[in-house]
């Protein structure tokens, strides 16, 4: 086959452009999954602050107005997203073994989709930006497919919410000795 064969240059060039193309679709993927990343979790760099009464923690609402942060169970990263209307946090029942989470007693339990099997766990350490609680009560919940942890009022309650406009400020009280 000789270079300067017309027939060779013209799949050399297809081939170039076919190239170029796929690269171009490359950078635009990573460009916009980035971007759609950002619009889900907008609080993926935490910014805690500490004052002398307290330490605090403002979370941005998503595009869908959910407030979405980065946290860890059992030293593990997750993804929550915070659900007041949950009574306890509710693990993907597909990430129990990755989390050191051990199925415990089957419950029945009603949420916004129906009553649920779920199977009761305790977390024996959940971390969201400069919070750490410790034995939070919780539930495997094979319903849930995403990676998510719903965040529920199991450790919620243990902060101070207060929400304005598009903001969430997550507080915690310092004692004082």
């Known amino acids: 086959m000789n270079d300067s064969d017309p027939a060779s240059q013209q799949r050399l060039g297809c081939g170039m452009i076919a190239a170029a193309w796929l690269l171009l679709l490359g950078l635009l993927y990573l460009l916009f999954a980035d971007e759609l990343d950002r619009q889900f979790n907008p609080n993926r760099s935490l910014s805690p602050y500490a004052t002398k009464d307290a330490t605090e923690l403002v979370l941005k609402q998503n595009r869908s107005g959910h407030y979405v942060s980065p946290g860890a169970i059992n030293g593990r990263s997750v993804v ?5 209307g949950a009574t306890v946090v509710s693990v993907p029942a597909h990430q129990a073994a990755a989390l050191g989470l051990a199925a415990g007693a089957r419950q029945r339990v009603t949420t916004a989709n129906g009553e649920v099997s779920v199977y009761a766990t305790r977390i024996e350490v959940l971390s969201l930006g400069p919070f750490r609680l410790h034995n939070v009560r ?40």
Do not use: C, K, Y
């Open 80 to 84: 929550f997203l915070l659900d007041t």
């Open 138 to 177: 919780a539930h495997l919940n094979p319903g849930l497919s995403g990676d998510a942890v719903l965040l529920g009022m199991s450790a919620l309650r243990r902060l101070e919410l207060t929400q304005r406009g598009d903001t969430l400020t997550l507080r915690t009280i310092v004692e004082r000795e």
